[in-house]
């Protein structure tokens, strides 16, 4: 009896002293005067340390009570641009989510929304795509990386070289067969590449309304439209797509037919889009269940809709159904769980954790209360997150 109660004591002392630590820690973000939550917003937005002068302005305007206007001035630093959106975007652009990889048209036109104010509801549907203007660069090409490489190679502030231009005018696509960043070429290289194009429905779904498929499973959804390549009976038993396979595909399938006429030629290093033409990929593996839905065009409807996924709130002056990835973006973007994403994603980059308590999830539901009925403006969400936890 006495060992055990000498092998508690430790385990007290412990639990006092981290509690003391967190006391202190909070005492001492609560206690941070105007300069420290001035240099915090500085480093939290642009990554780098505050000029003097910089540092003295942002200090006035926090003590008059407008740290929108210190959040601005942090954000005019190019290293917000060069380095904060940059290393926020650049994992949804691949399939590994490294933040690691080149510069690229993908992350150049999100880079370019946020500073430009452009709605950011439209990212999955606009025909917009962000070229540097700089001298010396390459062409952007459809083919290549090289464009954006060169800007990449010379630290070009993209905050002042990027300008808007049209994916219909560089990359020939009709207008009608653009999709925002689903139709960049750094996306259709990560994403339409073989396969059968359900990893661009996947990847949109984790990187802009923050559900990965095993979040979306329901079995009690129509099976009508899964393709043919889905065995119904993999490994000889039913119960597997039944209890597994079905749950993603019933509604993941009805979604992802708008890319049907979408693939990338990894040749040539392009996008394709054949209009009117559905790619062969949608048809494989058709032996594998002959009786399964065969796909005839870029028809897609939403089934999340119903059953559990009403959660994801879809825009009720929206079909819910049409043609073409263009239409399908802009009912994914025009929900409550694509608003709701965005703003937790900036809230951990610039507060550096999760939402973890009561203040923290008003703040977020706060935050994107603004978000969605001011225009979608990226921009501001960023200054909002970084004033909240610029004390902390």
């Excluded at 430009?116 to 439209?122: C, E, H, L, P």
């Excluded at 960049?184 to 059968?196: K, L, S, V």
């Excluded at 065009?297 to 809709?305: A, L, S």
């Excluded at 819910?320 to 694509?338: P, V, Y």
Aim: charged content about 20%; proline content about 4%; some cysteine.
């Amino acid at each position: 009896m006495g060992q055990r109660k000498y092998d508690r004591q430790p385990r007290r002392t412990a639990v006092v002293t981290g509690a003391l630590l967190l006391a202190l820690q909070a005492w001492i973000a609560a206690s941070a005067g105007p300069r420290e939550q001035a240099r915090r917003l500085y480093d939290r937005l642009a990554g780098v340390p505050p000029s003097a002068s910089v540092l003295d302005q942002m200090t006035s305007d926090i003590t008059a009570n407008n740290a929108q206007a210190a959040a601005q001035l942090a954000m005019a630093d190019r290293n917000f641009y060069n380095v904060t959106l940059r290393n926020f975007v650049a994992p949804w652009t691949n399939r590994d989510r490294s933040a690691f990889v080149p510069l690229n048209d993908y992350t150049a036109t999100v880079i370019g929304m946020v500073r430009d104010d452009v709605d950011f509801s439209t990212v999955l549907s606009a025909d917009l795509l962000y070229v540097g203007n700089t001298a010396g660069a390459p062409a952007y090409s459809a083919a290549n990386n090289d464009h954006y490489q060169y800007l990449d190679d010379n630290n070009v502030d993209l905050k002042a070289s990027l300008r808007p231009a049209t994916q219909s005018g560089l990359l020939g696509l009709p207008v009608a067969a653009t999709a925002g960043i689903m139709t960049t070429r750094t996306a259709a290289q990560a994403f339409f590449i073989a396969g059968t194009n359900r990893a661009m429905f996947r990847f949109t779904m984790i990187n802009y309304l923050c559900r990965d498929l095993e979040q979306l499973q329901d079995p009690s959804l129509p099976t009508d439209r899964i393709r043919q390549d889905v065995s119904r009976s993999p490994g000889g038993d039913s119960r597997v797509f039944l209890n597994s396979c079905v749950t993603c595909h019933d509604g993941m399938d009805p979604l992802a037919q708008a890319f049907a006429y979408y693939n990338f030629d990894a040749t040539a290093g392009r996008l394709l889009y054949t209009a009117g033409v559905v790619q062969p990929k949608y048809l494989i593996n058709s032996d594998n269940f002959k009786p399964g839905f065969v796909t005839t065009d870029d028809h897609w409807d939403n089934y999340y809709r119903h059953g559990a996924n009403r959660v994801l709130g879809f825009d009720g002056a929206l079909p819910g159904t049409g043609s073409g990835a263009k239409s399908m973006g802009q009912e994914l973007a025009h929900s409550d769980a694509f608003a709701q994403c965005q703003v937790e994603k900036v809230f951990r980059a610039m507060c550096l954790r999760e939402p973890g308590n009561a203040a923290d999830r008003q703040q977020v539901s706060d935050i994107k209360g603004r978000f969605s009925t001011t225009g979608y403006k990226l921009k501001q969400v960023f200054a909002d997150a970084a004033i909240y936890c610029m004390g902390n």
